[in-house]
């Protein structure tokens, strides 16, 4: 059996959507997902709790879609069943975001569950190669991809982020702890004539069972906003989230999105 530990956002639903069967949905205090009936509901100072009562109900396997922030931990709410995985709690709390998804992951492994990536529960979330609108991107604009790519690599090798701006060869924003809707809206009342790519790829050698990137029709109104040319991503590691509109979008507003290559 499995169980969507589900956060906000658009992908706990899009992923739930397109199961055969209804999983158990999760959901951790504060993050309840937006549009879903949640079953259950743990704190995150009664995790070892939580888990038991998940393979009570007979989980085998778990995916985690969705965001959710660092909550702090309350000492007062620990229970007995949880304290053993205080110190790895704390020290995740402590890692940048992949250290964190990391050491979580691993506690569910060892308590026997099975973690599944949203992307291997629904492979329609990975895009193929290549264009995706009608609108296709210029020379200029792949080269300035090639560039954002290996700032993508150098941010995440540092466990920094997952996505930049750049145009003409230079970066325009990067991705930090506030995420990509942020960084766009920096570039709102940017002093140039616009243009220039979006690059969202995950970090090298990250664990791809959580936190893979995603775009999804807010990207698209953000990058118009920013005055951006398109969108690139990464083929196998950038899920697009309700795609159709997405796609619609972009061909209604002249932008571009173009799956590219995966390169080291």
């Known amino acids: 059996?499995?169980?969507?530990?589900?956060?906000?956002?658009?992908?706990?639903?899009?992923?739930?959507?397109?199961?055969?069967?209804?999983?158990?949905?999760?959901?951790?205090e504060g993050?309840?997902?937006d549009t879903l009936d949640v079953d259950m509901t743990f704190p995150l100072e009664q995790l070892g709790?939580?888990?038991?009562?998940?393979?009570?109900?007979?989980?085998?396997?778990i995916c985690m879609a969705g965001a959710v922030r660092r909550p702090a931990?309350?000492?007062?709410?620990?229970?007995?069943?949880?304290?053993?995985?205080?110190?790895?709690?704390?020290q995740a709390i402590m890692s940048g975001d992949d250290g964190a998804l990391r050491?979580?992951?691993?506690?569910?492994?060892?308590?026997?569950?099975?973690?599944r990536a949203a992307h291997e529960i629904v492979p329609a979330l990975l895009p193929a190669l290549g264009p995706l609108t009608e609108a296709q991107p210029s020379d200029a604009d792949l080269s300035d991809a090639n560039r954002a790519?290996?700032?993508?690599?150098?941010?995440?090798?540092?466990?920094?982020?997952?996505?930049?701006?750049?145009s003409k060869g230079q970066a325009l924003a990067v991705e930090g702890?506030?995420?990509?809707?942020?960084?766009?809206?920096?570039?709102?009342?940017?002093?140039?004539?616009?243009?220039?790519?979006?690059?969202?790829?995950?970090k090298p050698d990250q664990d791809r069972r959580a936190d893979l990137p995603a775009i999804g029709p807010d990207t698209v109104a953000d990058a118009v906003a920013a005055g951006l040319s398109g969108i690139v991503i990464e083929k196998g590691g950038v899920m697009v989230l309700q795609r159709p509109q997405v796609i619609a979008e972009c061909d209604r507003l002249g932008l571009f999105l173009y799956v590219r290559e995966r390169t080291n």
């Open 177 to 202: 702890i506030f995420g990509t809707a942020w960084m766009l809206k920096s570039l709102t009342q940017r002093p140039d004539a616009g243009g220039g790519v979006l690059f969202k790829a995950p």
């Open 73 to 90: 931990i309350d000492p007062s709410r620990i229970d007995a069943a949880t304290m053993p995985l205080v110190p790895i709690l704390q």
């Open 49 to 61: 709790t939580f888990i038991a009562d998940l393979k009570a109900r007979g989980v085998t396997q």
């Open 103 to 115: 050491a979580v992951i691993g506690i569910f492994e060892d308590a026997g569950l099975q973690v």
């Open 1 to 28: 059996m499995l169980a969507v530990i589900a956060g906000t956002g658009a992908l706990p639903t899009e992923v739930v959507d397109q199961l055969a069967n209804r999983p158990v949905i999760c959901a951790m």
């Open 149 to 166: 790519a290996g700032i993508v690599r150098a941010m995440g090798a540092a466990d920094i982020g997952q996505a930049c701006v750049v």
């Open 31 to 33: 993050f309840a997902p």
